[in-house]
């Protein structure tokens, strides 16, 4: 019984040695291997525990930063000559590689079916074998439209010519068909054209002709009626009176008969669709008419009325009898204020329909033909008076010169409706603002929804003929956007979904599954945000709003 006794006391002395070093080793982690000590009789000693750390190392899975799992095998550590063997784990955050995209990165970029076709060169059976997407649809008559991946077209058109040479060529071989193609439909609309001029055109009246029987259309035909009337007569009274106010009347009859015209072809011109090279419409034509007329004024009518006049002061001849130019005068004042009263009728139909003054309706220029009309006929109206008044002054005192002041008179007003009509239809090409009350209705629509925040940098332009473009940087509320997505999805569902979640391979999967229909879910916000506000907003057009 004594050898067995030393036997054990022998071998708790080597455990309690052992147990020694592990507390002196330097190691912060401390020894757990140890039960308390118990006492028998005179001898105290401690017991073992059953899992001592003290093991060879098992199979550590750790995760690298590609994502993959490394099994580390056991390691003996320097102190196998002591007959120990100590586990050494290095703790590696699990975290995803970094990719690299480049500078020109499209595999998931998404294609429509007619790009696909256009741009590499394939027909509509090739795109039948393609993955086929359903994404919202960027157009208001459409919820949803098929798209393509850019990678699977790209495939497909090389498996279709073989290599990229072959589809360069073909698309320099498309490119030039194309601009044949251009120059037939030149040739071929140009003798329909002549074809109508020969036979006369069946066609039935086109909504553009219609145009010239109702508001705007209407004052400049009726316009260029009168004044073509009116040059005409005044022409004939100044070769038989040679009265420079005379003269001066004809040309500014002439100047606003061509005037006119001009805003004849501007109206036309403005009511063309929209194509790939004007996406925005040809609405302006109208104000580009408009200026050009108030170009045209200045240069014809006040140009001339002020040379003639200065050439009858440097150069009096006497005026022959003066009955005929009166008769002409009073019929240019009739005609010239029944075409005044047209346009300040049709001016004050359209204010009161947008709920502005008359005065705001002029000088914002809306309606710019309506406004070139009106200023020119004012100015016809105000200039017979000068000149009958200039003319009487002459045959009651026979002195040439006030005849020549009068043609003087009717060039500066002239010159100043000129200026006006310049310097409006200026500032309308150029883009101006609209009304800051407009402005800040507009501004206070879009924060009070509760996917927005703020928004920055708004401006909202006036493109002309009550078409305002509006754009502005939006800060939405992720919290909301994803509360809106939420709400349309099975949330038990989901939630089984995060509980399946085990690897990274699998988190990652689920992040981008549901981050990419996060973003999906904003752009509609942003679908619905703009169209809300071309409803409750008409004369808002174009909206742009961008993601802060």
């Excluded at 330097?26 to 059953?50: D, F, Q, T």
């Amino acid at each position: 019984m004594m050898p067995a006794l030393a036997a054990q006391r022998r071998g708790c002395r080597g455990l309690y040695r052992l147990y020694l070093r592990c507390q002196a080793a330097p190691r912060p982690r401390a020894c757990h291997g140890w039960k308390v000590s118990m006492k028998s009789g005179s001898l105290s000693y401690i017991l073992p525990c059953n899992r001592l750390p003290v093991q060879l190392m098992s199979q550590v899975r750790v995760y690298t930063s590609n994502g993959q799992k490394k099994d580390l095998g056991s390691q003996d550590t320097n102190g196998s000559a002591r007959g120990e063997t100590l586990h050494k784990v290095e703790t590696v955050k699990p975290v995803l590689k970094k990719r690299e995209y480049g500078p020109k990165y499209t595999q998931n970029n998404f294609i429509t079916g007619v790009r696909a076709i256009n741009e590499f060169c394939l027909k509509s059976s090739d795109l039948d074998q393609l993955r086929k997407i359903k994404r919202r649809s960027p157009h208001d008559d459409t919820e949803t439209f098929t798209v393509y991946l850019r990678s699977d077209v790209e495939a497909k058109s090389l498996e279709v010519w073989g290599s990229p040479e072959a589809l360069a060529r073909e698309r320099k071989r498309r490119k030039e068909a194309e601009i044949k193609y251009r120059e037939n439909l030149f040739r071929n609309q140009r003798l329909l054209w002549e074809y109508k001029e020969f036979f006369g055109n069946t066609k039935p009246r086109s909504s553009t002709a219609t145009m010239f029987f109702k508001g705007p259309g209407k004052v400049v035909m009726v316009a260029i009626c009168i004044n073509g009337l009116n040059f005409f007569f005044k022409l004939l009274a100044w070769v038989y009176t040679g009265s420079a106010s005379m003269f001066s009347e004809a040309i500014h009859s002439l100047a606003d008969t061509c005037n006119q015209a001009l805003l004849a072809l501007g109206i036309s011109q403005s009511a063309r669709t929209p194509d790939p090279s004007h996406p925005y419409g040809f609405t302006n034509m109208r104000y580009i008419a408009s200026l050009i007329s108030g170009v045209g004024i200045f240069m014809m009518g006040a140009g001339l009325s002020w040379y003639h006049g200065i050439i009858g002061l440097l150069h009096p001849h006497p005026v022959e009898s003066l009955l005929w130019a009166y008769c002409i005068l009073a019929g240019s004042l009739v005609s010239e204020g029944a075409t005044l009263l047209v346009a300040i009728n049709e001016i004050r139909r359209s204010a009161r329909a947008k709920g502005l003054s008359f005065y705001q309706y002029v000088v914002q220029s809306r309606d710019p033909s309506t406004n070139v009309v009106l200023l020119e006929d004012a100015a016809a109206v105000l200039s017979v008076a000068v000149a009958a008044t200039c003319m009487g002054l002459t045959s009651l005192t026979g002195n040439p010169y006030y005849d020549s002041v009068g043609s003087l008179g009717v060039g500066t007003l002239l010159g100043t409706v000129s200026a006006f009509l310049i310097y409006t239809n200026t500032e309308a090409l150029l883009g101006r603002s609209i009304e800051p009350e407009q402005l800040q209705r507009l501004t206070e629509f879009l924060e009070s929804d509760p996917v927005v925040r703020a928004i920055h940098d708004v401006k909202a332009t006036d493109m002309g003929m009550s078409k305002v473009r509006f754009k502005a940087e939006v800060d939405f509320d992720g919290r909301v956007v994803t509360r809106s997505y939420l709400e349309k999805q099975d949330i038990e569902q989901l939630l089984q979904e995060i509980q399946q979640v085990k690897t990274l391979e699998e988190l990652e999967a689920f992040m981008l599954k549901h981050g990419e229909n996060i973003v999906d879910t904003l752009g509609a916000e942003v679908d619905r945000l703009e169209k809300d506000l071309k409803q409750r907003n008409p004369d808002v057009r174009h909206v742009d709003l961008e993601i802060l």
